[in-house]
Each structure stands twice: as structure tokens, then as C-alpha cells.
């Protein structure tokens, strides 16, 4: 699985990507990651890339053409692979709701994703009238930009993907699983209470632990 990210804040995902569970599936080439950001194309002398919006209004808005041409950057790497199948995502409130089924037919379906991040206001409209794209939200909120939408999305298709995970058998969502987990010690005391695993998780009892998860989910 590839992921191409239209960003005008690469570095915002250092952290995330350098951490862990994604970091060893990048290191693997489980995954890759690239981003593309339409500074590198714009025009102005500057590299600025936000204008005002027509007709008024507070804030700015991120020009098409740089975007137009980052997300072309990205298209033209992709095609060096004639078997890719490749989806854009535009992360927009008003979009379609995200979740788990989501992700788990774009990583069936798709070799390469592409993220537009945007940000200010939003992206000039008439970049989704020069490429096909879906709207996506993360849910009924307002965000500074798509990045965090665009890492969020990335983890949770990520996961999908065969081997990232190690162990295949870790997906919460093929299993029986809990909201609730513990671990040792059995026993511990804080202020003076003791807190204990539940007695059903110590039973060894299998049906009674799988009754116990589905009832806790």
C-alpha cells in the first residue's frame, strides 16, 4: 500500500511515522509514504500558495494550480506501476463518514491513496473538477487542516494491509475482543484499594471468557 500526501506541512507527520507500529511497517515496505507539496509549484516568487476567497470572507484559500500539479506529481509516479489502482481522498467535514469498513475495502481495493490535506479555508473547489476524488470526513468536527485527518486514515488502512500488524490475528474487528484489557499484576493497591483482573480472565474457562468479551464490548 502506498500513500501520497498533499501537504503544505510535511513535517507535521514526522513524529507519527517515525513511531512504532507504522514506522516498522515503513520499514518493512509494508507501506510507503510520499508527500508532495504545491509550494514546490507554485509560481510566485515567494512560493505562496493562498489567496483571498471570491465574493469575501475571513481567512484564506489555498490555490488550485499548485495543488492541481502536486497531486499530478503524485499521479505520474503512480502510473510507473501499469497494476495500480489508486483512489484520492479529499478530507472535507461535509464528506463521506470514515470507519473501519471504510478502510478495509480502499486497502482491498487500491494499491495507492491520495491524501489532499487542506487547510485555512479550505482548496480552490475546482481541483476536484480536474481529478475524480471522494470526500471524506473523520467525523462531525472542524479541524485546523487535513493532516491529522490524513494520519488517522493512514493507521487505521495501514492496518489492514497484511503484516503490518505482525500477528494478522491482532485486528480488534476480526475477533472477539473487549473494550476492556488487563494485565499483570493480578493484584495491585492504590490509596489503600486493591484492584483485581476480573475472576472470569483468570478461570481459563474459554467459553466463559469469549461470553465475558461479548458482553463488555
Known amino acids: 500500500m502506498n500513500f501520497h500526501i498533499i501537504t503544505l506541512f510535511p513535517t507535521a507527520f514526522d513524529s507519527y511515522l517515525n513511531e512504532s507500529i507504522i514506522s516498522r511497517a515503513i520499514e518493512d515496505k509494508k507501506i510507503k509514504v510520499g508527500f508532495y507539496n504545491p509550494r514546490d509549484y507554485s ?52 464528506g463521506k ?66 503484516g503490518v500488524l505482525g500477528n494478522f490475528n491482532s485486528l480488534e474487528e476480526t475477533r472477539v475482543s473487549s473494550r476492556d484489557c488487563y494485565t499483570r499484576p493480578e493484584v495491585f493497591e492504590y490509596k489503600g484499594k486493591k484492584y483485581r483482573v476480573p475472576k472470569v480472565l483468570l478461570s481459563g474457562n474459554h467459553k466463559e471468557i469469549e461470553n465475558w468479551k461479548l458482553k463488555s464490548k
Open 97 to 162: 463518514e470514515f470507519n473501519t469498513e471504510y478502510a478495509k475495502k480502499t486497502a482491498k481495493k487500491y494499491t495507492d491513496i491520495i491524501f489532499v490535506c487542506g487547510r485555512y479555508e479550505g482548496i480552490d473547489a475546482r481541483v476536484k473538477k480536474v481529478f475524480k476524488m471522494e470526500d471524506v470526513s473523520i467525523g462531525n468536527y472542524v479541524l485546523t487542516g487535513g493532516e491529522l485527518p490524513a494520519m488517522i486514515v493512514l493507521d487505521c488502512v495501514s492496518r489492514q494491509v497484511e
Open 43 to 94: 509560481d510566485d516568487k515567494w512560493k505562496r500558495v493562498d489567496q483571498k476567497p471570491y465574493a469575501g470572507g475571513p481567512g484564506m484559500v489555498i490555490q488550485a494550480l499548485p495543488t492541481i500539479k502536486a497531486i499530478e506529481k503524485a499521479i505520474l509516479k503512480i502510473k510507473r506501476n501499469k497494476k495500480a489502482k489508486v483512489k484520492i481522498i479529499f478530507f472535507s467535514p461535509g
